[in-house]
């Protein structure tokens, strides 16, 4: 039996998280500085949502939006996934909770990326372009 691909070989490493109370302008300076589109937001150490990029454009379209706090524009419960678990188990989790995107973490709990339908069909592609894929199963 092949052995399953690891969420952690496919993530976006992650160092950086946001605290509930910090301002949508620092998020949105982390992001651009980064060039991540999602960040996890933490209270008291322990992860309670996400914030993309989408999130704050649409919030700072509102009178004072660049000033809000982050919890006024993330997403809460957001899927965690371990950094040992399988893609194919990972993708249905993610699907299961209609999630386009997860935070990976450590053993230790700790965030270390993320891993979103992005880089499922970047992978997705990549076997399909490898040589051991079939390209003649349907002919």
Known sequence: MPQTRSVYQFMKPLTQSLDL????WKAWR??????LKRLPVHKNGKIIGIVS???????????????????EAMSLDPLILHRTEG???AIEKMLKKDQHHAIVVDDRGEVCGVYSWDLAFEFFIQW????RFDKTAND
């Open 21 to 24: 109370s910090d301002p949508v």
């Open 128 to 131: 399909i372009q490898s040589p």
């Open 87 to 89: 893609l194919d188990l």
């Open 30 to 35: 982390v992001m651009k500085e980064t060039g």
């Open 53 to 71: 990029d989408r999130d704050i454009v649409q919030i700072s379209g509102y009178n004072g939006g660049q000033s809000m706090a982050v919890k």
